[in-house]
């Protein structure tokens, strides 16, 4: 800093003798003194100070333009626009040939919405400096004000200066379409491509245009030029593409498509291709027959990019080959490792495969290359917890909820953090957080049914649990987990004749639920139903459930 500062100073004090008042040498002396002291407080963000010591230097010489600048830009850290504008103003006014100052007096009347007005303060800029970057934005400003007649006319002087170029008639492109001219924009791209009759692209711009206009006979030879010379362009490719699909000539549409996959295009224009076409049934009836061969030319065209092989991936993950499909995206996340979506995609596949340990290995790989991100910790507590390793399960949940940055987030990993205490037998932490969730957010039905079915497990605090239980089916009154949730606790506290009339509630809604269907058992067991409750044990067991206090059951007949 000791550097640096003396020769910003020097420059400043280049600039502050930029002044047209002729000064004495005890006015020189003062301004200075006063110049410097304002620099000085100014940089050490005492605009207060700098203030009053610029007011001090314009006392002896107002028409100080570096003076005017430095005191808007305090104004505007403090927030005095109308101030500041009128000191930009006076910058100029007293250097309208300074680049810096001009600039600036512009930005701020954009600032306000006076687009017209930066637009002919720009035109002085110009006038005064002769550089074109000053039309530039002047042109801008006159389209941001509706003024597109003026915007044209200082197009068209930028390209009496410069020639013919892509920025400028692209910009009166874009005017002419805004004003419903799109003749006059056609007209635009077509002297573009007079003035570089080799560039294939200004060809295709073209080409798109007269789609858009209608002339699509014209974009179509148009567009067959451009393959004559280039059989690989993919631009061209995939507008006669979507050209044909408009037709409803799917084969062409189809032949386009696959040239234009084993094409150099860029990948993301693939991807963004078939992003449109697998969600729909283009190619129906042998739509998902196409789309996997389109899929394996851009994964044959693209080898060493991760995008073609998350396309594979879902392919089968369509088809419910879970294990497949997890191949494809382990094989994009090695081609990218910071491909969050593969990583999803991967996490997923592992818990439909109950394979926690792969889960549990691709969330570490997660958290390593995606350290603040949430989700990250949660798959891999989730895990952990299936895996019973419940330490590791409770430091990922711990690591998930320090890590959220907003609301939304925190409270996933709070109630994921609860969720994992309770399994892990930790019940004071898991109260807390989930008490920690609705001090946040009183309404989350998840959290109030979650909270409530874990005391109602541990036999504890049963009217808090009830009333919770009760307030998240307010919340969602067809939820079965929620009517299960509520049956059990009244089944913990004896009363189960009504805890009988809501789990039935429960089962006319899923009554594929093996919890559910065992909760049923328990409660008509209770109740002197031992027959039937015998029948729901077996069916919860026919359902998938593995566990062994039910398999106790069915073999005693009796609840423990």
């Not at 002044?19 to 005492?46: C, P, S, W, Y």
């Not at 003035?195 to 711009?205: Q, S, T």
């Not at 393959?227 to 386009?256: H, Q, S, T, V």
Request: charged share 25%; aromatic share 12%.
């Amino acid at each position: 800093m000791r550097r640096i500062l003396p020769y910003l100073f020097f420059w400043l004090f280049a600039v502050s003798l930029n002044a047209q008042k002729v000064l004495t040498e005890t006015q020189r002396i003062e301004f200075d003194k006063h110049f410097f002291n304002g620099m000085r407080e100014k940089l050490i963000n005492n605009y207060v100070d700098a203030e009053n010591e610029f007011r001090l230097a314009l006392a002896i010489n107002y028409e100080s333009a570096n003076l005017h600048y430095q005191l808007a830009n305090i104004l505007e850290a403090t927030k005095r626009l109308d101030e500041c504008l009128q000191e930009a103003e006076n910058a100029v006014k007293f250097d309208p040939a300074n680049a810096w100052y001009i600039n600036y007096l512009a930005d701020r009347l954009k600032a306000e919405k006076r687009y017209l007005d930066a637009a002919k303060v720009c035109e002085q800029g110009f006038k005064k400096t002769k550089e074109i970057h000053f039309l530039f934005q002047k042109s801008a400003y006159e389209m941001m004000g509706y003024n597109y007649t003026a915007a044209i006319k200082t197009i068209n002087q930028i390209e009496n200066i410069e020639g013919v170029k892509e920025a400028t008639s692209r910009q009166k492109e874009e005017i002419y379409l805004a004003i419903n001219k799109p003749q006059k924009a056609v007209e635009e791209i077509r002297k573009l491509c007079k003035a570089y009759p080799e560039d294939l692209n200004f060809k295709g711009l073209l080409a798109d245009l007269l789609i858009a206009t209608g002339k699509e006979k014209e974009a179509v030879a148009l567009y067959e030029e451009i393959l004559r010379k280039d059989p690989n362009n993919g631009y061209a490719l995939f507008a006669l593409a979507d050209f044909y699909k408009g037709k409803g000539d799917k084969e062409r549409y189809f032949e386009m498509v696959k040239k234009g996959m084993v094409s150099p295009i860029e990948v993301n224009l693939k991807v963004k291709m078939l992003s449109l076409i697998i969600p729909s049934q283009d190619f129906a009836p042998q739509h998902l027959e196409r789309c996997e061969t389109l899929i394996q030319l851009f994964v044959d065209a693209n080898p060493s990019n991760s995008e073609p092989y998350l396309f594979k991936g879902d392919l089968f993950l369509q088809k419910q080959n879970f294990q497949e499909a997890r191949q494809w995206y382990q094989k994009a996340t090695d081609l990218d490792p910071f491909s969050i979506i593969a990583w999803e995609q991967s996490v997923f596949c592992d818990q439909q495969l109950q394979r926690f340990d792969w889960m549990k290995t691709d969330a570490e790989k997660m958290m390593q290359y995606f350290p603040l991100y949430p989700n990250a910790y949660y798959y891999h507590s989730l895990a952990c917890r299936s895996l019973k390793e419940f330490a590791a399960a409770l430091k990922s949940a711990r690591e998930g909820v320090a890590v959220s940055e907003d609301e939304e987030s925190l409270i996933n990993m709070l109630t994921n953090l609860g969720t994992i205490a309770h399994y892990a037998g930790d019940y004071t932490l898991a109260d807390s957080s989930f008490d920690a969730v609705l001090a946040l957010d009183p309404i989350n039905a998840l959290a109030l049914n979650n909270y409530a079915y874990f005391l109602s497990l541990r036999n504890d605090n049963l009217d808090k649990a009830e009333n919770m239980s009760k307030k998240s089916l307010e919340l969602n009154p067809e939820s079965s987990s929620y009517l299960d949730t509520y049956a059990w606790i009244l089944y913990m506290k004896g009363n189960y004749t009504e805890a009988k009339v809501q789990i039935e509630r429960a089962l006319s809604l899923s009554p594929n639920s093996a919890e559910i269907v065992e909760h049923y058992g328990d409660i008509c067991y209770r109740l002197g139903e031992k027959e039937r409750a015998m029948n729901q044990w077996k069916k919860a067991l026919e359902l998938g459930s593995d566990s062994e206090e039910l398999k106790k059951k069915v073999n005693t007949g009796l609840l423990p």
